[in-house]
């Protein structure tokens, strides 16, 4: 697999997000996002896929040594 488990988890959750609010609830498109735990494997993902998506990221974790891995993934 090329993105491993975290990855692939993160692919369907950022998709599952977007696909809910464009398609199925307001129809527009998504702007902001927040993704908790973002230094974990999941949520690192989260926020590399959903930056390249073209949302605004906010990134919440519990670890302030990574705010500045988490400014450079997205």
Same mark, same amino acid.
């Given at each position: 697999?090329?993105?491993?488990?975290?990855?692939?988890?993160?692919?369907?959750?950022?998709? =599952? =997000?977007? =696909?809910?609010?464009?398609?199925?609830?307001?129809?527009?498109?998504?702007?902001?996002?927040?993704?908790?735990?973002?230094?974990?494997?999941?949520? %690192?993902?989260?926020?590399?896929?959903? %930056?390249?998506?073209?949302?605004?990221?906010?990134?919440?974790?519990?670890?302030? %040594?990574?705010?500045?891995?988490?400014?450079?993934?997205?």
């Amino acid at each position: 697999m090329i993105v491993g488990t975290a990855g692939f988890t993160a692919l369907q959750c950022s998709f =599952t =997000t977007k =696909t809910t609010r464009e398609e199925l609830l307001l129809g527009e498109k998504v702007q902001n996002v927040i993704v908790s735990g973002a230094s974990g494997g999941v949520g %690192s993902m989260a926020v590399m896929i959903l %930056s390249k998506l073209g949302c605004n990221v906010t990134a919440l974790t519990g670890k302030e %040594s990574n705010k500045d891995y988490l400014k450079l993934i997205g």
